[in-house]
């Protein structure tokens, strides 16, 4: 059998009274302790039921459901997953808090002793991880929506490869993601709607996907703020970054919700005075988007964007931020007249005065009445499903535009800006067809009041022997810097003209009486100083020689800020304006054909080859055209003027061409280029056959 231990038991007898060392016991003899008899005499009073009833009772703690899925174990069988319970044990305040302080304590003394991971395995665990949350969202949008986040999350490293590696995964998430429509906010009334399940789940993973969005885009316009100024490299390389996803996103989603956004960040680079590669990319972006924008309202808001910012800024932007406008689709496809004020409707021919024509009421039953009805809700929705735009719409977000473009031009015009001067008479004479004709005297005067000011300038720059402080001469430095006296009076000169042929030619013979004589003579005038011109067939860009005498032998580039087409061009457009007129090329007086043709023969003897040649063949078209006009002039028996010709007279009908003799083809015929030799007997063969 098996032995079984004694019960051990207490002892409770009291020790013995000789033992010092041991405690006294709580019971005593009732004889020994004072006040036995009153202790007993109260006990009987006393109601225990009531002290147990009072006493707090401890309750067993109900067994917690497991929300665990069951496991199968080894030998088969499916059973539930135990877990073992954390008892909570009770303690004071301050004894909790002390042990609280000792665990972060521990916390942060592991947390130090963790080994540091090194940078380059950071790097690769990133983009394992964004490659990951990426293909993700790309297999299913709808139900990793809040991978948004999570991707969103890991932009804010420290370690500035894995942002720009995060920004980048972004970029191409949501631009595979974001859908061809723009997702608008839902108002209370959509929210308490009764809607069905799919219906719910498509708006909660909108309203996600914009959520994430606008927190992407906040990220771009912070990191793109940091490039301005000398800041470290790291944040430069990032702001590259960050500007390179809002041009590829403009250009890819302009449609969808925070364009505005996107376009500050774009305006703001633009602003500043550094004509970096981020500089140029964003201009470049405007231009694709302005030339791609089917729409109106992009353009609209970029163009609003713009002029908000040159206004603000003072006009001191660069040129080429102006020269944007010229890419808008308005210049193509919008048929109306504007100004700064209003933009002329079109009158429709059927109508009177703009007003439509009545027509008889057809009478339709109340049933056929809502058939159309019901029809005409469907095409709207197939509409607004497809995302057309009507061409009305349009016209009104193109017109709107207009107003904006000439309002900053004129608004350049009146404040004389120096380094714009040249911008916005390009694009005056690129919208010179849509210029309400009610303005054109006011816009003549300016340009006739920009060519003055540019002859004045050319007359200072050719005085000799006048002494001049210091100051004066880098005043005079700085204004020859910022502006090309020559190349802006051809610019209004063409621009005059062109205002001229934009308009209906009907129209203009009635209703326009524009004198345009001060362009021509002032440039009968500088034909002699623009042959000699040594940097006539050079534009803004082109590469000059270094200066052998200068402290630098590096090749440099002339600071002109009229970055259009070379000295020639710009010459052979003015010439072509005032000889061969689309409108009127018969019209022409003889006495200016004849002064033309002579100066213009006399500069070809000064000019470069290729100029030489441009002006050669420009001379052919209009012996063409005028040669019975101008035939006698080959022919030194055949003079039908009296006196001598003063072709340094500034008036062109005193300058008495006829009384001249075309001398200079002989010399042309001697010319070292072949070119010029057959294009000056070609002439001759042209006059021939005209007697």
């Known amino acids: 059998m098996v032995s079984v231990p004694a019960t051990k038991r207490r002892r409770v007898t009291p020790p013995d009274s000789s033992d010092e060392d041991k405690s006294p016991s709580t019971l005593v003899a009732e004889s020994d302790a004072p006040g036995v008899e009153d202790f007993f005499s ?5 109601n225990l039921e009531q002290d147990y009833e009072q006493r707090p009772r401890k309750l067993k703690k109900k067994d917690k459901e497991s929300t665990r899925l069951p496991i ?17 044990e009770d303690g004071d305040s301050w004894l909790e808090s002390e042990i609280d302080e000792g665990v972060q304590k521990l916390d942060a003394e592991i947390a130090e002793e963790k080994p540091k991971i090194p940078i380059r395995q950071q790097i690769l665990e990133a983009k ?12 299913d949008p709808e139900e990793h929506a809040g991978a948004f986040r999570t991707l969103a999350h890991l932009s804010s490293s420290k370690n500035t490869t894995i942002k720009k590696l995060a920004l980048a995964t972004q970029l191409a998430v949501y631009k595979d993601v974001i859908p061809g429509y723009r997702i608008r906010p839902l108002a209370e009334a959509d929210m308490t709607e009764k809607v069905s399940k799919e219906v719910r789940r498509l708006r909660a993973y909108e309203q996600a996907l914009v959520g994430s969005y606008q927190t992407y885009v906040k990220e771009l316009a912070k990191y793109a703020k940091s490039s301005r100024g000398d800041v470290a490299e790291a944040q430069r390389t990032l702001a590259t970054v960050a500007i390179s996803c809002a041009c590829t ?12 956004d996107l376009l500050k960040i774009l305006v703001q680079k633009l602003s500043g005075k550094r004509t970096d590669g981020d500089f140029v990319r964003c201009r ?7 030339r791609d924008d089917e729409d109106g309202t992009p353009s609209l808001d970029a163009v609003t964007l713009l002029t908000r910012m040159m206004k603000a800024r003072g006009w001191r932007v660069d040129e080429s931020v102006l020269n944007t406008f010229l890419h808008l689709r308005l210049l193509s496809e919008f048929s109306s007249k504007g100004s700064q004020n209003h933009i002329d409707k079109p009158i429709d021919q059927d109508g009177f005065n703009g007003k439509k024509p009545k027509f008889k009421k057809e009478f339709r039953t109340k049933k056929l009445r809502k058939t159309m009805k019901e029809r005409k809700a469907v095409e709207k929705e197939f509409r607004e499903a497809d995302a057309t735009v009507s061409h009305e719409e349009r016209d009104r977000m193109q017109a709107e535009t207009l107003k904006l473009v000439f309002v900053t031009y004129f608004r350049i015009l009146k404040a004389r800006v120096p380094n714009l001067m040249g911008a916005v008479l390009e694009g005056l004479a690129k ?16 340009l006739k009041d920009l060519t003055a000011q540019a002859d004045a300038l050319l007359n200072e720059n050719d005085e000799e022997g006048q002494e001049v402080d210091a100051s004066a001469e880098a005043n005079d430095d700085d204004e020859a810097a910022k502006r090309d006296a020559t190349r802006e009076s051809l610019l209004c000169i063409i621009t005059a003209f062109a205002l001229l042929e934009g308009q209906d030619a009907s129209k203009a013979a009635t209703t326009l009486s524009l004198d345009l004589s001060f362009f021509i003579a002032h440039l009968y005038k500088t034909l002699y100083s623009l042959a000699l011109n040594p940097d006539i067939e050079l534009s803004a860009k082109s590469m000059h020689l270094p200066n052998p ?3 630098s032998h590096m090749p440099s580039t002339t600071n002109n800020k009229v970055n259009i087409q070379t000295t020639t061009v710009l010459l052979l457009r003015s010439l072509s304006s005032i000889l061969l007129p689309p409108a009127s090329t018969r019209a022409v007086p003889p006495v200016r054909v004849a002064a033309f043709t002579k100066q213009l023969l006399t500069s070809s003897l000064q000019l470069p080859e290729k100029s030489a040649l441009a002006m050669l063949g420009l001379m052919t078209k209009v012996t063409k055209t005028h040669g019975r006009k101008i035939s006698g002039m080959w022919n030194t028996e055949e003079r039908k003027g009296d006196g001598v010709f003063d072709p340094l007279r500034g008036d062109l009908e005193g300058s008495n061409p006829y009384a001249s003799t075309i001398w200079e083809g002989e010399l042309l015929k001697l010319h070292y280029c072949p070119g010029i030799r057959e294009g000056a007997k070609g002439i001759e063969r042209t006059i021939l056959d005209v007697k």
């Open 284 to 290: 470049e972006t405007l231009e694709t988007l302005f």
């Open 72 to 88: 199968k174990t080894a030998e088969g069988r499916v059973e539930p997953l135990q877990v073992a319970e954390i008892k909570e």
């Open 249 to 260: 996103l403009l250009l890819a989603v302009p449609h969808f919700n925070f364009r505005g």
């Open 128 to 139: 394992e991880e964004m490659a990951r949350i990426a293909s993700l969202i790309n297999e």
């Open 431 to 446: 919208y010179a067809h849509l210029i309400n004709q009610d303005f054109f005297g006011d816009l003549l005067e300016v």
């Open 549 to 551: 005498h200068g402290p």
């Open 42 to 46: 109260n006990a009987a009073r006393w």
